[in-house]
């Protein structure tokens, strides 16, 4: 019996036995200022991470790097898949207010919901990802044994591309839902939050 383990590395854009996807992350921090909404929109649109995707700079964004790892057996003239596991290394870049103890307690409210919608968006990047990174852990460890590893290959890579290429339009659907709806999903968390102060100012 003759084991081969290879190793294939994707990167993708803003991711047999039954291992889930592991996906670790780490966290990057731009400053911006300004006291107003109307400035720290500015900031944002100025100072926000640079998307290749879209050309433009966004308030948050996540890179991603896809990882497949896969163990192929060799036995009795015939090649099948041992082991596969990916991976999803993930960088996620967030704004952090400088101003934020000097600006108005209006401003400071609209920031944390925004800051925090912010991070949700991006959050849910990376839930996509992994959904995605247990796709092709799943299809490439069904993959039916082959006359050959180099052809067990070949068809792992197609399953691997054709699941990036469905994670892309995946994503970027993603990114046209959020905006659409921003403005509205703003304001609801927003009322939120309002009740939940007027309720901490009034218990009972």
């Given amino acids: 019996m003759r084991r081969i383990t290879l190793t294939l590395a994707l990167l993708a854009l803003g991711t047999f036995p039954t291992a889930s996807a592991d996906i670790s992350r780490t966290y990057s921090y731009f400053s911006i200022g300004g006291k107003t909404l109307s ?24 890179r991603m790097e896809f990882k497949t790892r896969i163990t192929y057996e060799e036995e009795n003239r015939r090649c099948r898949i041992a082991d ?27 920031w944390d919901t925004l800051s ?43 399953v691997t591309q054709k699941n990036l290429e469905e994670h892309d339009a995946a994503q970027a659907k993603f990114d046209r839902i959020e905006s659409g709806n921003f403005e509205w999903r703003l304001m609801r968390l927003l009322n939120y939050r309002l009740e939940q102060l007027e309720k901490g100012r009034n218990p009972g």
Avoid: M
């Fill in 84 to 110: 596969v596991r990916v991976s999803v290394k993930a960088r996620v870049f967030l704004p952090r207010w400088r101003n934020r103890r000097s600006a108005g307690p209006e401003t400071a409210l609209i």
């Fill in 39 to 62: 400035e720290i929109e500015e900031q944002l649109r100025s100072r926000g991470p640079h998307v290749q995707s879209t050309g433009q700079r966004h308030p948050g964004a996540t």
């Fill in 116 to 158: 925090k919608d912010i991070k949700r968006h991006e959050e849910s990047h990376l839930g996509i990802a992994k959904r995605y990174a247990r796709s092709i852990e799943n299809e490439i460890g069904d993959l039916a044994p082959r006359s050959s590893c180099e052809a067990l290959q070949a068809r792992a890579e197609q």
